[in-house]
């Protein structure tokens, strides 16, 4: 009963379920599965993990729905327990959420520890869309295809608030591509 009514209350965490079909019944799998479909348009997300723990993080993704976690940092290595490549590579593997790094959209230790005003990061993000980001077209044209294939997929790196993070100029590049007419959201 108590699975029933949480699968009921909250559709994702039955996406995953080995007792899904055991629990409920033919009309409750039918209204799930109708609240997991809603989730089945293309759409590029974007999110940061800075103040959220793993649990919220990765309960993010399943609630969007993301099939492919793109890690977009040039050096995917955290201080915070979880974030490192391997860690959260294992941890969306266990999800049934693939993990791709794209380090070639990154941008470089040099070039972010020098950030404090918000100057400091509109002369930083300036500068990735002028030297950066025409170089990296065919890793754009890389993601594109991954969204195409997957089509919720999620572009990741460290800042909480999308427009203090490249992977909101990233994205937007993206969106630009010929074939994209898409929706980008960023979580």
Not at 32 to 49: A, D, M, P, R
Not at 78 to 98: A, D, R, V
Not at 113 to 123: A, F
Request: proline fraction near 3%; charged fraction near 25%.
């Amino acid at each position: 009963d108590l699975l029933r009514e949480l699968y009921e209350q909250y559709p994702y965490y039955a996406q995953r379920s080995k007792l899904f079909d055991e629990v409920l019944d033919d009309e409750a799998k039918q209204r799930i599965k109708q609240c997991q479909n809603e989730e089945s348009g293309i759409v590029l997300f974007t999110i940061g993990y800075e103040g959220r723990s793993l649990e919220n993080y990765l309960n993010m993704l399943i609630r969007n729905g993301i099939k492919i976690l793109v890690d977009v940092r040039n050096n995917p290595m955290s201080m915070k327990p979880g974030f490192s490549k391997s860690q959260l590579q294992t941890y969306c593997e266990s999800l049934g959420i693939g993990y791709i790094h794209i380090p070639e959209v990154g941008i470089v230790s040099e070039l972010r520890k020098n950030l404090k005003s918000q100057e400091d990061y509109e002369e930083l993000f300036a500068a990735y869309r002028r030297e950066i980001l025409p170089t990296t077209v065919s890793f754009q044209q890389r993601i594109l295809n991954i969204l195409l294939r997957y089509h919720r997929i999620a572009l990741t790196c460290f800042e909480a608030e999308s427009q203090r993070c490249h992977r909101s100029h990233l994205a937007d590049a993206i969106s630009k591509l010929p074939e994209f007419s898409y929706e980008v959201v960023h979580l």
